[in-house]
């Protein structure tokens, strides 16, 4: 089954309006977590991470949150703009021999409009 | 410089011929990996190489080789290509433990 999973595929926003993306997981072992940004034909790109010795982490217009004990993590876009609008991926990551395994869940659309 | 290259950007091939694709890195990491992307699904990770030591998800483990001849390339070769590979390849790095990964711009293969 999918170890990492974003159950809505889409989202629309008004400008202005804060963005909300969620994300869960199943693997208790998952100790590292990620946003990702992609654009259409373009590589994810990384926005933001959380270890899970925290429960949040702000930056700028970004924070994520961590619920360890509901194996949810979200990602708020406070002020969304137009220029957020992009496919967002979440992704964690358990140790496996030392090395970065990151496991992408299917990705939201994010729409948002002016 | 944190980019990470890959070639071509995009690759037509033949049901049964082979494809290598192409990914470096400058950034001296450790570890590259290989994604398997298709529309509406979730990024699959096909293999990773730490140093020189290849990993291979079991699940493909038959479908996909790679080859890492210095810290900077690696590739993924398929063998035989059949309709279902028809996606984009993520290549990525990191430096190894637990650094992010840097993903490269993809390279979109169509099997006709």
């Known amino acids: 089954g999918q170890q990492v999973k974003q159950s809505s595929p889409s989202l629309t926003v008004q400008e202005g309006g804060i963005s909300i993306l969620n994300c869960d997981y199943e693997n208790d072992m998952f100790d590292y977590f990620a946003w990702y940004k992609k654009y259409p034909d373009n590589s994810p790109t990384l926005l933001i991470s959380v270890r899970s010795n925290v429960d949040k982490r702000e930056d700028g217009r970004l924070t994520v949150f961590l619920n360890k004990s509901g194996k949810h993590f979200s990602l708020h876009i406070t002020a969304s703009q137009p220029e957020d609008t992009a496919v967002y991926l979440c992704a964690a990551v358990g140790a496996t021999g030392g090395n970065n395994k990151l496991t992408f869940g299917q990705g939201t659309v994010l729409s948002v409009i002016p | 410089d944190t980019t990470v290259k890959q070639n071509p950007r995009y690759k037509l091939a033949r049901v049964g011929k082979p494809v290598n694709l192409i990914c470096s890195q400058t950034m001296n990491h450790d570890t590259m990996y290989w994604y398997q992307k298709k529309p509406n699904q979730a990024p699959k990770l096909l293999l990773f190489y730490y140093d020189k030591i290849l990993n291979r998800e079991a699940d493909t483990f038959e479908k996909f080789q790679s080859s890492r001849p210095n810290n900077s390339f690696c590739s993924l070769y398929i063998g035989s290509a059949g309709l279902e590979y028809s996606a984009m390849y993520l290549c990525?790095?990191?430096?190894?433990?637990?650094?992010?990964?840097?993903f490269g711009p993809g390279t979109r293969l169509t099997v006709l």
């Open positions: 990525a790095s990191s430096r190894g433990g637990r650094d992010e990964q840097y």
